[in-house]
């Protein structure tokens, strides 16, 4: 797999009728190694070992729904009192963040209601917070480490 821009991190593979897969600390299973999966694994062990935040406090590729629609979250960081700190929208490295990225994690966001929105394809992060009074969201140059 490609090397992303992340720190070094150590990942539990295994190999099974030829397909690679990866292990995932969060849902405590091992998952096919797909190149947005890669991302989203290097992600969920930033927020865990360089960001400080809990593993009960992450959750990972839940559905919800939007507008009678079924969709998919990323990765959820939660507050201590179960309201959504962080939404992050992992693709892979051969999608572009653009503005489409963005208007549809805004779209999760309309329903999560998170503070922070994060969207990464492993080789380039941005990271928002949300300004709820204005409606805006303004960018920063990290996420702030679990208190």
Not at 76 to 96: L, M, W
């Amino acid at each position: 797999m490609q090397a992303l821009n992340f720190p070094k991190f150590s990942f539990r593979f295994k190999n099974s009728e030829n397909k690679v897969s990866i292990f995932d600390p969060i849902r405590k299973k091992f998952v096919i190694l797909q190149p947005e999966e890669w991302v989203r694994q290097h992600c969920v062990l930033y927020l865990i070992k360089e960001k400080g935040y809990p593993k009960s406090l992450i959750n990972v590729e839940k559905e919800l729904t939007i507008n009678a629609l079924k969709k998919r979250y990323d990765i959820v960081v939660f507050n201590t009192d179960g309201s959504i700190h962080i939404i992050v929208e992992c693709k892979s490295t051969k999608i572009s963040v653009d503005q489409t990225t963005f208007d549809q994690i805004a779209q999760y966001n309309l329903t999560l209601n998170a503070s922070y929105l994060m969207v990464t394809n492993g080789l380039n992060h941005y990271y928002c917070q949300m300004d709820f009074e204005n409606e805006r969201y303004q960018f920063l140059k990290d996420i702030p480490d679990y208190k």
